[in-house]
């Protein structure tokens, strides 16, 4: 299976394998194990399955960011400050990731700021009656296709 740049990929523990890059196009690889009653809840909310368990997340640099601090935090030792820095570094780093699925799911790096320009357009005219067809139009997007993106996105609907 390839696995492609800004892609989270879910490998099931217990699973046997293997990696390697490309020696024309290297590539450096994030990872960790994770375990704890949480597991499930993300697994599920990232809609991995064992025949899909490749997640396209963007390529935000906060996610590096987060998987360092948390990475930061266990190397300094195993205090309970530094496995509290860490502990809510990984917090922080599975909801951005959870975020990223969402606005990414569909391959589009752009809905967050379509999203946003739509927005700005319902505050800019709160006195006017608007139609979900019309903020759709306003981001080149179709009525239901607008909707559920809005909803990904904000967790709302329009």
Do not use: C
């Not at 400050?81 to 969402?102: E, Q, V, W």
């Not at 005219?125 to 809005?150: D, M, N």
């Amino acid at each position: 299976m390839k696995v492609a740049r800004d892609q989270l990929l879910v490998i099931p523990a217990a699973t046997p394998h293997t990696y390697g890059a490309s020696k024309k196009e290297p590539w450096t690889i994030h990872w960790f194990h994770a375990v704890g009653t949480n597991v499930p809840f993300y697994l599920e909310k990232l809609e991995v399955k064992p025949e899909r368990p490749v997640v396209r997340l963007g390529g935000d640099v906060q996610l590096f960011s987060l998987f360092e601090d948390v990475l930061e935090g266990l190397e300094h030792g195993s205090t309970l400050t530094h496995l509290t820095y860490a502990a809510h570094s990984l917090s922080h780093l599975m909801g951005l990731i959870l975020r990223h699925k969402d606005e990414f799911w569909h391959g589009e790096a752009n809905v967050r700021e379509r999203m946003a320009k739509s927005i700005e357009f319902m505050r800019a005219h709160l006195q006017e009656p608007l139609k979900v067809s019309t903020l759709a139009a306003l981001v080149r997007l179709s009525r239901s296709h607008y909707t559920t993106l809005f909803r990904r996105v904000t967790g709302y609907s329009p």
